[in-house]
């Protein structure tokens, strides 16, 4: 295919580079063709978005639009830093983000090696059907569904009080906030979740069990040393993807769930963006905001996967 | 157990552990589906008797569709739906054609721009500009209260290109090779040879892109402002979450305050039917998503 250019040493580089282009535009144009709106739509919605993003450093100015504001340097950073609010996002969006890595994270490994001990097929297709099911329920009837279980006389206060608990409106205090995100955050992903770990699972050699097994392993000691190593590679990559975000919560959940009562340990980053920009239109301070928060998330991913990428062999990229 | 023979006897240990699994993933299945009986159960009640009802149920409480009746009186909720379908069949249309064109471009090997596209695909999965200036964006361009706003800016995810990308990569070269070399241009290869190769994995981004749509509400409540361009979801964040004051006033003649209750939970099957109806037929194609998304693009 590769057919030596006749006198190429003569070329210019010049010449060389347009020939170089010529041919690839003469096979390749309808394939750049077709990536025409492909990039139009990562240009429009992606990067105009992050080249706007400079009105963080700027006042913004509705008659004059987002090139034409005034520059203002980091006037809307150093408000958001010396803000009241700023540790209690801060706090808050990491406390989320720690409970989630200690039970959200472990909770579909566990379910996953769990299920992968059961023996008997159709109870196993079971319970994989079953709890796979929440992760299909949208977020707006998950919180609704929430709403009306956690108030005075739902559901979850009925189970309560069968087991002569007291009745508790736990989406009315803040202390209940988190254990009510991270649990139904739980309760909606950990069927589906497992899946990823049930095809590492499937994927480890049984040779190696037999061989376990030969040296007088029980199930136990089969699962620490045969076991776990099997999907330690899955649980590294899962875990490197999970530590990039710890400084992000998604806003969605937790705009359908707080009210002004638990604000204190509900507000986060992404929320706080949302009120402050998209309720009360500054829009200046709000961009400063997430773009400080997309930046530490950002430096976040890169050293997280570098740090793994020295230790364990495993990373992104 | 006909060849008890060979099976190894299980120590107590093992026993008693198998029998906690089983136990403990019993448990796990009723936690997991219990919320939407309840919910079934209630919307099917007689609203008054739910009011009075204590602890759980494992039945309607005295049969009546009177809080249906009221759902479907509820015109948002039809527009709603509307919404909803136009927005799930058009865009998840669009997702997909851009999906195709972007994953058949970028698994061409060995054109220049390859790997400098794919990067600038890859960064946008984790860096963005934010909320505002994307919203900036969607009101310089006209969208903003325009139905266009709740396709266009999530036309294409990074994600399911690479997913679809993947299975695109392992169609051997030499099926394109002989298409071109019989006069086939791109496009024809693409949607007469590729397309059909790949349609399990194309039939699971439907699936996901899908799902997406049916449950999207974000996006409306960044980018519309007019109720009646509302999809479902955000008529249901109304009735589910923020309790919005027009139930009260539809619903005066049948008593308003028990079947406040029983219409939320109607509403709620209204939502979510559709999906746990094509859920036990798509399952394996959810899954096979998840498997080829494993596979690192």
């Known amino acids: 295919m590769h057919g030596g250019t006749v006198g190429g040493q003569t070329c210019s580089s010049s010449h060389r580079i347009w020939r170089a282009l010529s041919k690839d535009y003469k096979r390749y144009k309808y394939v750049y063709l077709m990536l025409i709106p492909v990039i139009a739509y990562y240009i429009l919605f992606h990067y105009w978005p992050m080249y706007g993003a400079q009105i963080a450093f700027r006042d913004f100015n509705i008659r004059k639009g ?3 504001s005034a520059w203002v340097g980091f006037k809307h950073f150093r408000a958001y830093f010396s803000s009241y609010y700023f540790w209690r996002l801060i706090r808050n969006t990491l406390l989320i983000n720690i409970y989630s890595v200690v039970f959200s994270f472990p909770a579909p490994i566990i379910l996953a090696l769990l299920i992968n001990e059961v023996d008997f097929l159709p109870f196993k297709k079971a319970v994989q059907t079953v709890t796979y099911i929440p992760h299909f329920i949208s977020i707006v009837v998950i919180c609704g569904m929430l709403k009306d ?4 006389d739902g559901l979850i206060n009925e189970v309560i009080a069968l087991f002569g608990g007291t009745r508790t409106a736990f989406l009315m205090y803040p202390q209940y906030f988190r254990t009510v995100y991270i649990a139904s955050g739980i309760w909606q992903s950990v069927g589906w979740g497992s899946i990823l770990y049930l095809s590492a699972l499937t994927g480890i050699d049984e040779q190696l069990y037999e061989a376990a097994r030969i040296d007088g392993a029980g199930k136990w000691r089969q699962t620490i040393h045969v076991t776990l190593p099997g999907i330690l590679p899955t649980v590294v990559i899962m875990l490197i993807m999970r530590l990039g975000r710890m400084m992000s919560v998604g806003s969605e959940k937790i705009l359908l769930l707080y ?3 638990t604000l204190e340990t509900a507000d986060v980053i992404s929320t706080f963006v949302y009120r402050k920009g998209i309720l009360e239109t500054n829009y200046s301070y709000s961009s400063a905001v997430s773009l400080f928060n997309s930046v530490v998330n950002f430096i976040m991913l890169i050293s997280v996967n570098r740090l793994s990428r020295s230790l364990t062999e495993t990373s992104l990229w | 157990m006909s060849n008890s023979g060979n099976t190894i006897k299980r120590s107590t240990g093992e026993r008693i552990f198998r029998l906690g699994n089983h136990t403990f993933l019993t448990f796990l299945m009723i936690i997991s589906f219990y919320p939407m009986l309840y919910v079934l159960f209630a919307s099917f009640s007689d609203p008054w008797e739910i009011m009075k009802h204590r602890g759980l149920l494992f039945w309607p409480k005295g049969y009546s569709l009177a809080s249906y009746k009221e759902v479907f009186k509820n015109r948002s909720i039809w527009t709603g739906l509307l919404t909803t379908v136009i927005n799930l069949i058009g865009g998840t249309s669009i997702n997909i054609l851009l999906t195709l064109l972007g994953a058949y471009g970028l698994s061409r090997k060995g054109f220049l721009f ?5 990067l600038g695909i890859t960064f946008t999965m984790f860096f963005s500009g934010g909320m505002i200036p994307t919203f900036l964006v969607v009101k310089n361009l006209g969208l903003y209260d325009n139905r266009w706003s709740m396709i266009l800016p999530t036309a294409l995810s990074a994600w399911n290109l690479i ?6 990569l392992q169609v051997p070269d030499s099926l394109e090779e002989s298409a071109l070399l019989d006069g086939a241009n791109d496009f024809v290869i693409l949607f007469r040879i590729m397309a059909p ?12 892109y899908g799902v997406d749509h049916w449950n999207q509400w974000y996006q409306s409540l960044l980018y519309i402002q007019t109720r009646s361009k509302y999809p479902l979801q955000m008529i249901m964040r109304e009735i589910l979450v923020t309790n919005s004051q027009e139930q009260a006033v539809t619903t005066t003649e049948t008593g308003t305050e028990p079947i406040q209750t029983t219409i939320k939970y109607a509403t709620i099957m209204v939502g979510t039917v559709p999906i746990l109806c094509v859920y036990p037929f798509l399952q394996r194609y959810f899954i096979k998503g998840v498997m080829v998304g494993a596979v690192k693009g």
């Open chain 2, 163 to 168: 997913i679809l990308r993947t299975a695109m």
């Open chain 1, 259 to 261: 009210n002004t009562n």
């Open chain 2, 114 to 118: 390859r790997n400098t596209i794919m």
């Open chain 1, 66 to 68: 987002i090139y034409r």
């Open chain 1, 149 to 152: 279980f956690l108030s005075l």
């Open chain 2, 197 to 208: 190769l790949v349609g399990a994995t194309i039939a699971v981004l439907v699936l996901y």
